[in-house]
């Protein structure tokens, strides 16, 4: 299993939909709303890289609210 952190910036006062959101999404084990340059940060896990982004292409990325992510697949 491949697994990565998802940066996101949200509308202003989207983070706690956003956040209820992908809490029920497959893949995503943990989301917490954040202070500083991003509002919310994932954890998600997939079969491989390629099954990361298709997660965050075509589910995140379109939920209602997000406006901008940020990928970083673990590496250890």
Known sequence: MTRAYVLM???????????????????VSEVSVVAGTYDLVAVITAENARA????????IQRVDGVMGTVTLIAIG
């Open 9 to 27: 910036t949200v509308e202003i006062g989207r983070a706690g939909d956003v956040y209820e959101a992908l809490s029920h999404f497959e893949g």
């Open 52 to 59: 990361i982004g298709a997660l965050v292409m075509d589910r």
